[in-house]
């Protein structure tokens, strides 16, 4: 059960945007639009930030958005913000009730 | 305030077990499934087990199928993860989190809880 892949750190100054990548194949990420993104910051537990590829739960900021094509789903953030800096997993359903996380994504506000 | 809250792990042989428990509080526990989800030392996340609202649907990451076993108690409002024959590859950090549905099979995690440190060493 291979991760998804997820490049290991993406960086950025205060107000840019950047985007994060999710690759899997077409029995995951490009077989369902059931992609979630997951914000951690050191030492704390993993916080919902996108769910089904592309919404927004209550109380998250406009600032972050998710879409996917094919079997890539991606995550930006516009308006980089300092508390922004963390790590990012997708996590896509697979089938069969199981679900894959991505490898994650260090981001770094410069 | 929806959350939930791990206990039970500890440091353990290798061949050893435990159980881990998870605490559910504002939400209707009984109508929503749930899983576990482990972080090793330095490393991401990783699905290890979840399970059907009502229990009697269980799944499992090949990596623990046959000696993890998933289960709950809803008159107790609280989601267990009995682990068995351990390994050093199972120390990690194990949160429990609430299935997100809109209907049918889960497709989020929401929340987490802080997790429960499970280590495994001689």
């Known amino acids: 059960q291979s991760a998804l892949t997820q490049p290991a750190s993406v960086s950025g100054s205060p107000g840019q945007s950047i985007t994060i990548s999710c690759t899997g194949t077409?029995?995951?990420?490009?077989?369902?639009?059931?992609v979630s993104w997951y914000q951690q910051h050191p030492g704390k537990a993993p916080k919902l930030m996108i769910y089904?590829?592309?919404n927004r739960p209550s109380g998250i900021s406009n600032r972050f958005s998710g879409s996917k094509s094919g079997n890539t789903a991606s995550l930006t953030i516009s308006g980089l913000q300092a508390d922004d800096e963390a790590d990012y997993y997708c996590?896509?359903?697979?089938?069969?009730?199981?679900?894959?996380f991505g490898t994650g994504t260090k981001v770094t506000v410069l | 305030e929806v959350q939930v809250l791990e206990s039970g792990g500890g440091l353990v042989q290798p061949g050893g077990s435990l159980r881990l428990s998870c605490a559910a509080s504002?939400?209707?526990?009984?109508?929503?499934?749930m899983t576990w989800v482990r972080q090793a030392p330095g490393e991401g996340l990783e699905w290890v087990s979840g399970?059907?609202?009502?229990?009697?649907?269980?799944y499992y990451a090949d990596s623990v199928k046959g000696r993890f076993t998933i289960s709950r108690d809803n008159s107790k409002n609280t989601l267990y993860l009995q682990i068995n024959s351990l390994r050093a590859e199972d120390t990690a950090l194990y949160y429990c989190?609430?299935?997100?549905?809109?209907?049918?099979?889960?497709?989020?995690?929401?929340?987490w809880g802080q997790g429960t440190l499970v280590t495994v060493s001689s």
């Open positions: 989190a609430k299935g997100g549905s809109v209907s049918g099979s889960v497709r989020w995690f929401d929340p």
């Open positions: 504002g939400f209707s526990f009984t109508t929503n499934a």
């Open positions: 399970i059907n609202s009502g229990g009697d649907n269980t």
């Open positions: 077409s029995s995951d990420v490009g077989g369902y639009n059931y």
């Open positions: 089904d590829v592309s």
């Open positions: 996590s896509s359903y697979r089938g069969r009730t199981t679900y894959v």
